[in-house]
């Protein structure tokens, strides 16, 4: 099981605040820091505003040197796929080929409507369009050097498109997709995902996700692995009292986190993290909330990894 840091900058973040966590994660021995992206709070002032997703990766990726960056998930509806996937190729060269395109849909329409980003208001759309555009992305970092490539789909065309930059990563960076849709997603997942990541839901409906992923991916005959991650909140503390206080500092009950994350003990945290490992989850991404508490990363990597690790 490898742990990976997870953090919702558009709640309250500066560039500063995202460097001194990448750093503290990759100084632990974390696997992973991802960030989400979005451009609008869910809740409180946001203050002092959202940073971008791909810039921020940017900067990490000169300002590390081994732990792999990502997003979970990058909006297909921010940005055209030309253009995102030459954004994500160059990071991947300034990082060395530590990067990992986590892409969805998009759903949150307030944050369209607050920057002025088109929303198409229907889902059947936004999926069609999310589809054509991983065929896009990948086909562009897959062309070889000195061809071209050619697209006219019903959304989007290239045409004699160089396709570069090229990713340092060969094909391409890893890709992964998420989320719990019955049919569409694990179809998508099984045609162009090296990882299905199931966000915030309990074991079972987690279990359930990952077993209609693993019947796409044999119904399409494919034969590359797939790995199978979540995404959980954690609040670890050394006793109730520590708990508690983690719990306030982000606005939750205790009680609500023990029963929809990953919070307790170091030990119940192993044993709940165990849990998910016994349906096949590979990777575990700690939703941390709170990005000023670096004390509670090294309680993480002090108490809970090298328990998994036993």
Partial sequence: MRLRIFTEPQQGASYDTLLAVARAAEELGFDA???????????????????????????????????????????????????????????????????????????????????????????????DRFEEQLAVITGLWETPVGETFDHKGEYYSFTDSPA????????????????TGRKRTPRLAAAYADEYNVPFNSREDTAAAFERTRAAVEASGRTRPMVYSAAQVVCVGRDDAEVA???????????????????????????????????GAERMYLQVLDLSDLEHLELIAAEVAPGLDG
């Fill in 164 to 179: 570069l930059p090229k990713p340092a990563q060969s094909p391409r960076p890893p890709v992964l997709i998420g989320g």
């Fill in 33 to 127: 820091f991802f960030r989400s992206d979005h451009y609008l709070t869910m809740g409180g002032s946001g203050l002092p505003g959202p940073t971008d997703a791909w810039v921020t990766l940017a900067g990490l990726a000169r300002e590390t040197s081994r732990i792999r960056l990502g997003t979970l998930m990058t909006a297909a509806t921010f940005r055209p796929p030309g253009p995102l996937a030459i954004s994500v190729a160059q990071v991947d060269q300034m990082s060395g080929g530590r990067v990992e395109f986590g892409f969805g849909a998009g759903w949150f329409e307030a944050e369209h409507t607050a920057y002025g980003l088109p929303y198409p208001a229907d889902a059947r759309e936004r999926f």
């Fill in 245 to 279: 206080r983690r719990a306030a500092a982000i606005g939750r009950e205790v009680d609500e986190l023990k029963a929809n994350g990953l919070a307790g003990t170091p030990a119940e945290v192993v044993d709940k993290i165990g849990r998910f490992a016994g349906i």
